[in-house]
């Protein structure tokens, strides 16, 4: 299977902005859902913000307001914007492709997703 390729992580302080990139090969987006994930240290692997082919994006509440993902279908990229970024923000993050296609539908359960990218660390200094 094609790659999902993350890139965009760093080192950031407290309050700073970051957009996170993720490329899908292959066959590229089409119409399945895809997701943003973060792993902190010693914790498990949480969805972060999901957006399906048509319907509205979906966040975690603690990043509602603060984070923004984008699909772009034409070149097979998804964004994820950090902004006003906290220490707790600090993790590992995954992008990650669904096998559903449901167009108003996405989930951030990690468990419903097939395909997953390397990770880009994001570190928040306070």
């Known amino acids: 299977q094609s790659p999902l390729v993350e890139s965009g992580g760093g080192l950031v302080q407290s309050g700073g902005s970051l957009t996170l990139s993720c490329t899908v090969g292959?066959?590229?987006?089409?119409?399945?859902?895809i997701g943003w994930f973060r792993q902190a240290p010693g914790k498990e692997r949480e969805g972060v913000s999901c957006?399906?082919?048509?319907?509205?994006?979906s966040y975690k509440e603690s990043v509602e307001g603060r984070f923004s993902i984008s699909r772009h279908n034409w070149n097979n990229t998804v964004y994820l914007r950090l902004n006003s970024l906290k220490p707790e923000d600090t993790g590992v993050y995954y992008c990650?492709?669904?096998?559903?296609?449901?167009?108003?539908?996405?989930?951030?359960?990690?468990?419903?997703?097939?395909?997953w990218g390397q990770g880009t660390q994001v570190t928040v200094s306070s």
């Open positions: 990650a492709l669904s096998e559903d296609s449901r167009p108003y539908y996405c989930s951030l359960w990690p468990a419903t997703y097939t395909r």
């Open positions: 292959g066959i590229g987006l089409s119409h399945q859902g």
């Open positions: 957006k399906s082919s048509l319907g509205e994006p």
